[in-house]
């Protein structure tokens, strides 16, 4: 993409640990975050984007009485911006085929387990539950199919038998917040 700073939008739903290690590195990666949208007014997330001078948008999908109408309200805000690349960061929703269609090979997304392993919901205690000895986090390109699209780069941590779903997830989440910036900063070198 060879593009310096490159614009982008961040979708969150929550806390935004991640949104926070894109906004410390964003001059080193090369962004310039245009909007932080949220889908959920309460997110923590929109506190540190405010914090750090960015655009916040809230557009809850309680609000409309379909997935497809929610999502052409998120790609008529975000066509006024014009991203780059639009960064999925802790966002709770899955996309419609209509939005993942309009910004095609731009959508990136974190995923807290070793694609292909645990696509969905609850990835740490799956992997205890198999008895797994790594697990990990996934950043990936959005495709039309849950957690599929191109892997960009992943992280594995140890699973040590004390561990259980919350020391895991709190370990995997600090990897995230290396990865995800590396990540994005790889996509834009393409
Ligand atoms: C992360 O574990 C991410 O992989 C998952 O949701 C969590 C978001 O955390 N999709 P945060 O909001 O960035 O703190």
Request: no cysteine.
């Amino acid at each position: 993409m060879q593009k310096n700073p490159a614009n982008v939008i961040v979708m969150i739903s929550g806390s935004g640990s991640n949104l926070q290690s894109i906004i410390n590195k964003a001059d080193d990666i090369g962004v310039n975050i245009q909007s932080v949208i949220s889908n959920k007014a309460d997110a923590y997330g929109l506190k540190r984007a405010k914090d750090a001078g960015i655009t916040t948008q809230v557009i809850e999908h309680t609000k409309f009485s379909s997935r497809e109408d929610f999502d052409r309200a998120l790609i008529k805000y975000i066509n006024k911006f014009n991203p780059d690349l639009i960064i999925l960061a802790g966002f709770m929703r899955i996309l419609s085929d209509g939005f993942v269609a309009t910004f095609a090979g731009k959508i990136l997304n974190i995923h807290p387990s070793l694609l292909p392993k645990y696509k969905g919901l609850n990835t740490h205690q799956r992997a205890l539950d198999a008895d797994d000895t790594k697990a990990g986090a996934s950043v990936h390109f959005v495709t039309n199919e849950l957690d599929s699209g191109e892997i960009i780069l992943q992280e594995s941590v140890t699973i040590d038998a004390h561990d259980n779903a919350t020391t895991l997830a709190k370990k995997v989440l600090e990897q995230e917040h290396i990865l995800y910036p590396k990540a994005i900063k790889k996509v834009l070198q393409r």
